[in-house]
T-cell receptor, first 115, second 110 residues
Framework: GAVVSQHPSWVICKSGTSVKIECRSL??????MFWYRQFPKQSLMLMAT?????????EQGVEKDKFLINHASLTLSTLTVTSAHPEDSSFYIC???????????FGPGTRLTVT | QQQVKQSPQSLIVQKGGISIINCAYE??????FPWYQQFPGKGPALLIA?????SEKKEGRFTISFNKSAKQFSLHIMDSQPGDSATYFC?????????FGAGTRLTVKP
């Protein structure tokens, strides 16, 4: 089956610093990847849609200058949380869709804690 | 704007019983309806999915029932097991743009 990995699985950073999260599709190419945010006991909220070779499309209310997304290749998308604050602490999950497929495969998530 | 409404918020079922989770959507453009299972601290895993041209799909103990005219779909888990205890999310998608329900926390008691 299609496998999506994320790195790191968890990260602790200090307020004001930036942190980068990687999302990789391991056994398929994905022209489109998605980034979600999930708070405890809540649903997944789509943050942005990442298309290889073009700028990401952000959902309303998501600061594109704070959450930088780069989809440099068909197997890698990165999310950089810039100038992180404690309220950015959350579970960040990426997903990817194989070409010619509707199915969206999710990564294992990255737990970000900002102190 | 909640495009997919899911109920119940939590569900407790005895081992061997049937778990039923319901979802309703608003946007008729949605054309793909998956269900995801999520364990604490893990990413969602695709459980089963259906397209609107089919009214029912069964895979093992899991069945999706789909009512296009009512814009509703449901997940039935037959012979529920303690290992099924997790949070279940329904979703609706259009060209990859996926919207999730609020989730149902299922507990299966032994």
């Amino acid at each position: 089956g299609a496998v999506v990995s994320q790195h790191p699985s968890w990260v602790i950073c200090k307020s004001g610093t930036s942190v980068k999260i990687e999302c990789r599709s391991l056994d398929f190419q994905a022209t489109t990847m998605f980034w979600y945010r999930q708070f405890p006991k809540q649903s997944l909220m789509l943050m942005a849609t990442s298309n290889e070779g073009s700028k990401a499309t952000y959902e309303q209310g998501v600061e594109k200058d704070k959450f930088l997304i780069n989809h440099a290749s068909l197997t890698l998308s990165t999310l950089t949380v810039t100038s992180a604050h404690p309220e950015d602490s959350s579970f960040y999950i990426c997903s990817a869709i194989p070409s010619s497929s509707y199915e969206q495969y999710f990564g294992p998530g990255t737990r970000l804690t900002v102190t | 704007q909640q495009q997919v409404k899911q109920s119940p918020q939590s569900l407790i079922v005895q081992k061997g019983g049937i778990s039923i989770i319901n979802c309703a959507y608003e946007n008729t453009a949605f054309d793909y309806f998956p269900w995801y299972q999520q364990f604490p601290g893990k990413g969602p895993a695709l459980l089963i999915a259906i397209r609107p041209d089919v009214s029912e799909k069964k895979e093992g103990r899991f069945t999706i029932s789909f009512n296009k005219s009512a814009k509703q779909f449901s997940l039935h888990i037959m012979d529920s097991q303690p290992g099924d205890s997790a949070t279940y999310f329904c979703a609706a998608s259009w060209f990859g743009d996926m919207r999730f329900g609020a989730g149902t926390r299922l507990t299966v008691k032994p």
